[in-house]
């Protein structure tokens, strides 16, 4: 099908210059490009040189070399930097917008909403850094003439894999905990979004971040993948699933440690006593925010039959009168899907539930005159096991609604996926929905939310259960991965064997006797 690029004027900021500015940090001797398109329109925005394996390596002994660097400088000093950036990135947040806009196709509520993430990943940090940083004295064996301190030392050059979905977020809010620890970073953005965490990176340099800690490399995954991993210390990853299988396996194989947020097939439980017009826009933007292609955004919503005609006539109504289209302001509430290719993606999956014998209510087609990746926001019924959107997650504006008698049975089949990332309660009874959420099988569950107040809780670790990933961003447990920790142990006297000339069997009477007693008084 041939289409005609959708008559858009393009931001004043994303200029040719501009652009061409951000790439020429990308290594790319072989002289390979990808052709960085504009999603809304198909126009070819700048060319992304393309990293070798041996590019890749220059990127690590740079880095490597700025890190030791780094890591002898005082955490006050470091952290001083991350203070400067978040002005900078607070002011230029409309500029970065553009970029997201352009370079993903998202609405630009949904692209200034992921500029807010580095700046609140930095605030949260800076106030746990130097803590979870300092040494820890710790008690020994033996009272008074033993301590134990604990000591985080960086891991060395963290390899980040950013998605495409949000790459401003991904690619640099999880690099700030790394490089606050004393890491330096090597970035492999997805070549379709990689402008906007090269202008985060340009930014954390303007407030001070030494040249080379940060280093980006550009390039698909099975060519650029495997060198960034066998190079790196450690690595994270957000992703699907498969990938994230292929990644874990390398970096087990390097004896290296990673984290992976991967794929959900995220349910909504909608209880009898849930505000109607609250869940149903709740379920708007679960469904259809980010054009669905959020790791946590909802695929499977839960509906007591009580309530089930309710909740579909007004979620449909809503869905038909939501605004789609490509623009660079406000207005829109659903905006394109990334690629063509993926969009043919999320249409095998409504036309291989429909030919298995599923209901389209609403959508269900592309829609080439809005631009060429767009397709319509969609709700299904009849949503059975044996079609892939059924199991199998399809990170699109693509949703199926399920009726349910007991609250067991809604249970039951949230939990039936081999899926746990991200789950929804609704129920104007905050105790009976919080019952309900701990039942759930998730390593994010909101009551009376989508995702925000879990995702956006920076205090609390974020990450999925069974196939949805290993390890978690944010709370504490998002800086100390990037950490080893060293026990430094100091013995002051000779007390911890036999005295000279003591009859051993004594010395063993006199060490359980201690035991017992430090037990006793709870010294050990």
Same mark, same amino acid.
């Given at each position: 099908?041939?289409?005609?690029?959708?008559?858009?004027?393009?931001?004043?900021?994303?200029?040719?210059?501009?652009? %061409?500015?951000?790439?020429?940090?990308?290594? *790319?001797?072989? =002289?390979?490009?990808?052709?960085?398109?504009?999603?809304?329109?198909?126009?070819?925005?700048?060319?992304?040189?393309?990293?070798?394996?041996?590019?890749? #390596?220059?990127?690590?002994?740079?880095?490597?070399?700025?890190?030791?660097?780094?890591?002898?400088?005082?955490?006050?000093?470091?952290?001083?930097?991350?203070?400067? %950036?978040?002005?900078?990135?607070?002011?230029?947040?409309?500029?970065?917008?553009?970029?997201?806009?352009?370079?993903?196709?998202?609405?630009?509520?949904?692209?200034? &909403?992921?500029?807010?993430?580095?700046?609140?990943?930095?605030?949260?940090?800076?106030?746990?850094?130097?803590?979870?940083?300092?040494?820890?004295?710790?008690?020994?064996? $033996?009272?008074?003439?033993?301590?134990?301190?604990?000591?985080?030392?960086?891991?060395?050059?963290?390899?980040?894999?950013?998605?495409?979905?949000?790459?401003?977020?991904?690619?640099?809010?999880?690099?700030?905990?790394?490089?606050?620890?004393?890491?330096?970073?090597?970035?492999?953005?997805?070549?379709?979004?990689?402008?906007?965490?090269?202008?985060?990176?340009?930014?954390? &340099?303007?407030?001070?971040?030494?040249?080379?800690?940060?280093?980006?490399?550009?390039? &698909?995954?099975?060519?650029?993948?495997?060198?960034?991993?066998?190079?790196?210390?450690?690595?994270?990853?957000?992703?699907?699933?498969?990938?994230?299988? $292929?990644?874990?396996?390398?970096?087990?194989?390097?004896?290296?440690?990673?984290?992976?947020?991967?794929? *959900?097939?995220?349910?909504?439980?909608?209880? #009898?006593?849930?505000?109607?017009?609250?869940?149903?826009?709740?379920?708007?933007?679960?469904?259809? *925010?980010?054009?669905?292609?959020?790791?946590?955004?909802? #695929?499977?919503?839960?509906?007591?039959?009580?309530?089930?005609?309710?909740?579909?006539?007004?979620?449909?109504?809503?869905?038909?009168?939501?605004?789609?289209?490509?623009?660079?302001?406000?207005?829109?509430?659903? *905006?394109?899907?990334?690629?063509?290719?993926?969009?043919?993606?999320?249409?095998?999956?409504?036309?291989?539930?429909?030919?298995?014998?599923?209901?389209?209510?609403?959508?269900?087609?592309?829609?080439?005159?809005?631009?060429?990746?767009?397709?319509?926001?969609?709700?299904? #019924?009849?949503?059975?096991?044996?079609?892939?959107?059924?199991?199998?997650?399809?990170?699109?504006?693509?949703?199926?609604?399920?009726?349910?008698?007991? @609250?067991?049975?809604? @249970?039951?089949?949230?939990?039936?996926?081999?899926?746990?990332?991200?789950?929804?309660?609704? =129920?104007?009874?905050?105790?009976? %929905?919080?019952?309900?959420?701990?039942?759930?099988?998730?390593?994010?569950?909101?009551?009376?939310?989508?995702?925000?107040?879990?995702?956006?809780?920076?205090?609390?670790?974020?990450?999925?259960?069974?196939?949805?990933?290993?390890?978690?961003?944010?709370?504490?447990?998002?800086?100390?991965?990037?950490?080893?920790?060293?026990?430094?142990?100091?013995?002051?006297?000779? $007390?911890?064997?036999?005295?000279?000339?003591?009859?051993?069997?004594?010395?063993? &009477?006199?060490?359980?006797?201690?035991?017992?007693?430090?037990?006793?008084?709870?010294?050990?």
């Amino acid at each position: 099908m041939t289409l005609t690029p959708v008559a858009l004027t393009r931001p004043a900021s994303v200029t040719d210059p501009f652009l %061409a500015q951000l790439v020429s940090r990308v290594p *790319g001797s072989a =002289g390979a490009t990808w052709p960085l398109t504009e999603v809304y329109t198909g126009e070819v925005l700048v060319e992304l040189p393309q990293s070798t394996p041996a590019d890749i #390596e220059a990127a690590f002994a740079t880095a490597r070399a700025a890190q030791r660097r780094w890591a002898a400088t005082p955490v006050r000093q470091r952290l001083a930097v991350f203070k400067r %950036a978040h002005t900078l990135f607070v002011d230029n947040a409309p500029a970065v917008t553009d970029l997201i806009q352009a370079e993903s196709g998202k609405n630009r509520r949904m692209a200034i &909403e992921e500029t807010c993430d580095p700046p609140m990943v930095m605030s949260h940090y800076l106030r746990r850094a130097a803590k979870l940083l300092a040494p820890v004295k710790r008690g020994g064996p $033996v009272p008074m003439l033993t301590t134990s301190t604990e000591i985080r030392r960086p891991k060395g050059v963290v390899g980040i894999i950013a998605p495409w979905n949000f790459p401003f977020a991904t690619g640099i809010s999880d690099a700030i905990p790394a490089l606050m620890a004393g890491n330096a970073v090597v970035l492999k953005p997805d070549n379709k979004t990689a402008l906007s965490p090269l202008l985060g990176v340009r930014m954390l &340099e303007e407030a001070g971040l030494p040249e080379g800690l940060f280093q980006v490399v550009c390039g &698909e995954g099975p060519d650029v993948g495997p060198t960034l991993i066998d190079n790196a210390d450690y690595v994270m990853f957000t992703g699907s699933t498969a990938t994230g299988r $292929v990644i874990g396996e390398r970096a087990g194989r390097n004896l290296i440690g990673c984290c992976l947020e991967l794929g *959900g097939k995220n349910p909504m439980i909608v209880l #009898e006593d849930a505000d109607m017009a609250e869940t149903v826009q709740g379920a708007i933007f679960g469904a259809f *925010g980010n054009t669905g292609q959020i790791c946590m955004h909802i #695929e499977r919503i839960y509906l007591p039959e009580s309530r089930y005609d309710e909740f579909r006539d007004a979620f449909v109504a809503a869905t038909k009168s939501l605004d789609v289209r490509a623009s660079y302001d406000f207005g829109p509430e659903m *905006g394109s899907l990334v690629s063509v290719d993926h969009m043919g993606r999320v249409r095998s999956h409504v036309e291989d539930a429909v030919a298995k014998g599923a209901t389209v209510l609403c959508g269900g087609k592309p829609r080439p005159d809005l631009g060429p990746a767009f397709f319509e926001p969609t709700i299904l #019924e009849g949503v059975t096991k044996d079609m892939l959107c059924g199991v199998t997650e399809t990170f699109g504006p693509v949703v199926a609604l399920h009726s349910y008698r007991t @609250v067991d049975e809604a @249970v039951a089949l949230a939990n039936d996926t081999d899926y746990g990332l991200n789950a929804s309660v609704w =129920g104007g009874d905050l105790d009976a %929905a919080r019952a309900v959420a701990a039942r759930v099988e998730s390593g994010n569950v909101n009551v009376n939310d989508i995702l925000a107040t879990a995702y956006a809780a920076k205090g609390t670790p974020s990450g999925g259960v069974k196939n949805s990933g290993v390890g978690a961003r944010h709370g504490d447990q998002g800086l100390l991965k990037y950490t080893d920790v060293q026990n430094l142990a100091v013995l002051k006297k000779q $007390v911890m064997g036999p005295r000279p000339g003591q009859d051993y069997a004594k010395h063993v &009477e006199r060490m359980l006797s201690g035991l017992r007693m430090m037990r006793k008084m709870r010294i050990r």
